[in-house]
């Protein structure tokens, strides 16, 4: 499905490529945020959590700015697949599927209140972080260092995650 779509918009500018990913991106994080949502409202409120928890009002700027450098970066990636057309399919690929465990994290850890399934889960999405940051440096290097703030940030909760598993278990 993406080597289809890459090859019928390769004629499309770089600031077309790069709209798209942004758009791509916010509209997986909309996704996720409707996921937490019920969550956040009902499950997560009484838990025990640890005293570095960030205030909730910090989480949406947060992902809105990491959903659009993540879709900047892809679409910096995208733009040169008439150069590097192998590795730049590999690097979306593995872009698509970060991005998929990025919106089930949500799912699992505020959609199902498993903080335990969705720590086991972001480890996963964290090595794909990387491996996306990987590939994508060798292609374009803005884009592989746009992806440094999102694995900060996945660390970051990695940590958080795994604090409240731990002191509600």
């Given at each position: 499905?993406?080597?289809?779509?890459?090859?019928?918009?390769?004629?499309?500018?770089?600031?077309?490529?790069?709209?798209?990913?942004?758009?791509?991106?916010?509209?997986?994080?909309?996704?996720?945020?409707?996921?937490?949502?019920?969550?956040?409202?009902?499950?997560?409120?009484?838990?025990?959590?640890?005293?570095?928890?960030?205030?909730?009002?910090?989480?949406?700027?947060?992902?809105?700015?990491?959903?659009?450098?993540?879709?900047?970066?892809?679409?910096?990636?995208?733009?040169?697949?008439?150069?590097?057309?192998?590795?730049?399919?590999?690097?979306?690929?593995?872009?698509?599927?970060?991005l998929g465990?990025?919106?089930?994290?949500?799912?699992?850890?505020?959609?199902?209140?498993?903080?335990?399934?969705?720590?086991?889960?972001?480890?996963?999405?964290?090595?794909?972080?990387?491996?996306?940051?990987?590939?994508f440096v060798?292609?374009?290097?803005?884009?592989?260092?746009?992806?440094?703030?999102?694995?900060?940030?996945?660390?970051?909760?990695?940590?958080?995650?795994?604090?409240?598993?731990?002191?509600?278990?």
């Amino acid at each position: 499905m993406i080597c289809v779509i890459l090859k019928k918009k390769s004629a499309m500018n770089k600031y077309t490529k790069i709209s798209v990913m942004v758009v791509t991106c916010v509209a997986a994080g909309y996704f996720a945020g409707v996921a937490t949502q019920s969550g956040v409202n009902t499950w997560y409120p009484p838990l025990e959590k640890p005293v570095f928890n960030p205030p909730s009002w910090i989480f949406a700027p947060v992902w809105t700015a990491l959903y659009i450098m993540m879709g900047v970066a892809a679409g910096l990636v995208w733009n040169k697949i008439d150069d590097h057309k192998e590795a730049v399919q590999k690097a979306l690929l593995f872009f698509a599927i970060q991005l998929g465990l990025n919106i089930l994290w949500s799912f699992l850890f505020f959609g199902m209140g498993n903080p335990l399934l969705a720590l086991i889960e972001i480890v996963v999405l964290w090595l794909m972080i990387y491996e996306t940051y990987a590939k994508f440096v060798k292609i374009d290097k803005i884009a592989g260092y746009l992806f440094i703030p999102y694995l900060i940030w996945v660390s970051f909760a990695t940590v958080l995650n795994g604090s409240i598993w731990w002191l509600n278990r």
